[in-house]
């Protein structure tokens, strides 16, 4: 059985940082794409960083550019989303996911893209609070 499970999620003053794992089970992150993204309450959910299959390829929503580096180790079967200078809007359920092999295969590239529609096997999620 395919599972993801996000942990790390807390409550965090303004400026603080705070680091996601996405743990996975049941297969191999290997040969996928993983995606982090976020929903916050009353909001569609969105793309905040995705990394590709290699690890050589990363993309981050224009919002977390600079504060937030998306990370994987293979070997431990996790990935991570590391989180600086963190403001009250980053505060959301974040979820983390994966796309198998598809389009960006086909492209030979490392590559990748925050397309919620593509990706599946979501965790649970983990509550992030920027609160003063």
């Known amino acids: 059985q395919l599972q993801l499970v996000e942990s790390g999620g807390g409550l965090v003053q303004p400026g603080g940082s705070l680091r996601l794992s996405c743990a996975a089970s049941g297969f191999t992150l290997d040969y996928y794409v993983i995606g982090w993204f976020r929903q916050a309450p009353g909001k569609e959910r969105e793309g905040v960083s995705c990394?590709?299959?290699?690890?050589?390829?990363?993309d981050y929503a224009d919002s977390v550019k600079g504060r937030f580096t998306i990370s994987r180790d293979n070997a431990k079967n996790t990935a991570y989303l590391q989180m600086n200078s963190l403001k009250p809007e980053d505060t959301a359920v974040y979820y983390c996911?994966?796309?198998?092999?598809?389009?960006?295969?086909?492209?030979?590239?490392?590559?990748?893209?925050?397309?919620?529609?593509?990706?599946?096997?979501w965790g649970q999620g983990t509550q992030v609070t920027v609160s003063s």
């Open positions: 996911a994966v796309e198998p092999p598809g389009w960006w295969e086909a492209t030979g590239r490392a590559v990748c893209r925050m397309n919620v529609a593509g990706f599946g096997s």
């Open positions: 990394i590709s299959s290699s690890g050589d390829g990363t």
